[in-house]
């Protein structure tokens, strides 16, 4: 089964500053995706990023970046830059399967100091 | 409405109470899923349902049924519950088959077991 392993259960950054989130997964699969989720206090959780196990290239969404390591199956969140409304949980993901259901970590709660 | 809409946003029962959410999608997706939060723990998958086929049922105890009357909605239905059921209940959908399938997910509903 797989596993998704996260870690820091609370983080916190310096507004304007760089952090990064640690995850790591566990399965036997070869093609398979990875997501980063945020979930603002009392709000909806949204997708982040998403990798493609088979792409190299680490994925990019403005101030978010992943560090991809396939072979140490850890899949890192950097978030620079760091605003007020990046305070959230934040939830690594891994999916595959056919109506690829999807594994939850137990989240990092990240809070930004002014 | 757009996006992932559940109801009621707070829902307080006593244990012998029967009581029912409810999810919409308005995104054209094929596939629900009921999710668990608690505290401290990952989310825990209840129920997927696939072209409105249920395929997945997590060993969830018989005091909670879905329903899936067609895509765009699902139910769960509650009853006798325990106090240990209270929890953030989270409604996803999601497109079976898409490249990515993304899971987009709802505010969720705050249940308190009295």
């Known amino acids: 089964a797989q596993t998704v392993t996260q870690s820091q259960p609370e983080m916190s950054v310096q507004e304007a500053e760089t952090v990064t989130l640690s995850c790591t997964y566990d399965?036997?699969?070869?093609?398979?995706?990875l997501f980063w989720y945020k979930q603002p206090p009392s709000r909806q959780m949204i997708l982040v990023i998403r990798q493609e196990a088979y792409k190299q290239q680490n994925a990019t969404e403005n101030r978010f970046s992943v560090n991809f390591q396939k072979a140490a199956k850890s899949f890192s969140l950097k978030i620079s830059d760091s605003q007020l409304g990046d305070a959230a949980m934040y939830f690594c993901?891994?999916?595959?399967?056919?109506?690829?259901?999807?594994?939850f970590g137990i989240g990092t709660k990240l809070q930004v100091i002014p | 409405e757009t996006g992932v809409t559940q109801t009621p946003r707070h829902l307080v029962m006593g244990m012998t109470n029967k009581k029912s959410l409810k999810c919409e999608q308005h995104l054209g997706h094929n596939a629900m899923y009921w999710y668990k939060q608690s505290a401290k723990k990952p989310l825990e998958l209840m129920f997927v349902y696939s072209l409105e086929e249920r395929v997945e049922n997590n060993s969830v105890p018989s005091r909670f049924s879905p329903e899936c009357p067609n895509s765009s909605h699902l139910f769960l239905h509650l009853h006798t519950l325990q106090p240990e059921d209270s929890a953030l209940y989270l409604c996803?959908?999601?497109?079976?088959?898409?490249?990515?399938?993304?899971?987009?997910f709802g505010p969720g509903t705050r249940l308190t077991v009295l």
């Open positions: 993901a891994y999916s595959s399967g056919g109506y690829q259901k999807v594994t």
């Open positions: 996803a959908s999601s497109q079976e088959r898409a490249r990515y399938n993304e899971q987009f």
């Open positions: 399965t036997s699969e070869s093609d398979y995706y």
